[in-house]
């Protein structure tokens, strides 16, 4: 089955720098790449994702770049806000995720130092 | 609500209690997941329906271990004679049907999760 490996599993950064999480896979055949916020008390919240058909996607602070060749994509946040700061989970799936399950990575605690 | 509801949001349970953990999906939500989140870890997939049917129970780790959806809406997963090792998040999550019409193509995908339900077996 798939495996999905994040490095690192925490991360400290000063306000208003780039926070990079990085995340591998074993399945080739994946081809959906989402990453959850997790914020205690609250439920898991998509913040981005991406389909094997495209390197790149961005959505203002936050982008997520794919290598399928490598098999590994990658969280990139700027310009980092304290309210940033909570558990980020990478995850594969194949096909259509209203009917497959995730596969998650072990999360990554960032913490943005004000 | 507008989201999926998970209760309780903690329980504890001694050793060898059944409990049983309650999921309300996105109302037409037709996909319902259950994971479980050990501390310190990521989710862990248990078992999917699609609708009342369970199409999938390959990750619950044993026949202690059982859900249903009668209905097909709400969800219940239920926990025999619980184990100091069934500690942990549950988490429930839904999706939107495939074929809803006016969803976008990115949209149907997208699994959303509640807040969970924190098990302590003591």
């Known amino acids: 089955g798939e495996n999905v490996e994040q490095h690192p599993s925490t991360l400290s950064v000063q306000e208003g720098d780039s926070a990079v999480i990085k995340c591998t896979y074993s399945?080739?055949?994946?081809?959906?790449f989402p990453w959850y916020k997790q914020e205690l008390g609250k439920g898991s919240q998509l913040i981005i994702d991406?389909?094997?058909?495209?390197g790149e996607k961005k959505d203002q602070r936050i982008a997520v770049t794919l290598n399928k060749t490598a098999k590994h994509f990658s969280l990139h946040i700027t310009e980092t806000q304290p309210e940033d700061s909570a558990v980020y989970f990478c995850?594969?799936?194949?096909?259509?995720?209203?009917?497959?399950?995730?596969?998650f990575g072990s999360g990554t605690r960032l913490q943005v130092q004000p | 609500g507008a989201g999926v509801s998970q209760s309780p949001r903690y329980k504890v349970a001694k050793r060898g209690q059944d409990v049983a953990l309650r999921c309300d999906p996105i109302?037409?939500?037709?996909?319902l997941f259950w994971y479980q989140q050990a501390l310190g870890q990521g989710p862990e997939f248990l078992t999917y329906?699609?609708?009342?049917?369970?199409?999938?129970k390959s990750g619950l780790p044993s026949d202690r271990f059982f859900a249903e959806r009668p209905e097909g809406s709400v969800s219940t997963l239920k926990i025999q004679r619980t184990q100091q090792e069934d500690s942990a998040v549950y988490l429930c999550?839904?999706?939107?049907?495939?074929?809803?019409?006016?969803?976008?193509?990115?949209?149907?995908?997208?699994?959303?999760f509640g807040a969970g339900t924190r098990l302590s077996v003591l």
């Open positions: 999550a839904s999706s939107p049907p495939p074929g809803l019409a006016g969803a976008r193509q990115e949209a149907k995908n997208i699994q959303y």
């Open positions: 399945d080739s055949a994946s081809n959906y």
């Open positions: 991406i389909r094997s058909n495209v």
């Open positions: 995850a594969a799936s194949i096909g259509d995720t209203g009917r497959r399950a995730l596969t």
């Open positions: 109302s037409g939500h037709v996909s």
């Open positions: 329906f699609q609708n009342e049917a369970q199409l999938d």
